[in-house]
């Protein structure tokens, strides 16, 4: 049975999380049924080697994540005018203006539906947001 979606950056969690015992098979987004593109959360870390930067600010980990966001949508044949909805989280309230500017200068005249959530944590301490979006590829672009 031929993959009905494409899977873009294949990881496992025993190698991005050596200090946790997990083994989890993820991706960094996937393309479904060719129009819909589903990017993981992401964070200010290094999309190639998943090294975190602990000495951003929240701004620059927003900008981070949001450069990660621009990546993986152009891999995945979109871009950052095609997305719909974001997640955003952030461990402290406090983070809110920050957070919010780096990603609205990445945004800037998208207006996608956004979902913002103050939570507890994050997989490691020094992540103080993270950030999922969902966009697709218009009918008649290239799958």
Request: net charge negative; aromatic share 8%.
């Amino acid at each position: 049975m031929p993959e009905t979606h494409q899977r873009y950056r294949k990881f496992n969690t025993r190698d991005t999380y050596p200090n946790q015992k997990l083994d989890n098979d993820l991706c960094q987004v996937v393309r479904a049924r060719g129009t819909m593109v589903f990017v993981r959360g992401q964070v200010g870390q290094d999309i190639d080697s998943f090294d975190s930067i602990a000495s951003m600010s929240a701004y620059d980990q927003a900008d981070r994540a949001m450069q990660n966001v621009k990546q993986l949508l152009e891999e995945a044949g979109s871009d950052l005018s095609h997305i719909c909805r974001i997640q955003v989280y952030i461990t402290d309230r406090a983070y809110r203006d920050d957070v919010y500017q780096a990603i609205g200068k990445w945004l800037k005249g998208v207006y996608p539906v956004s979902t913002g959530l103050i939570v507890n944590g994050l997989a490691r301490p020094e992540w103080v947001m993270e950030v999922e979006a969902t966009a697709v590829i218009p009918d008649g672009e290239p799958a």
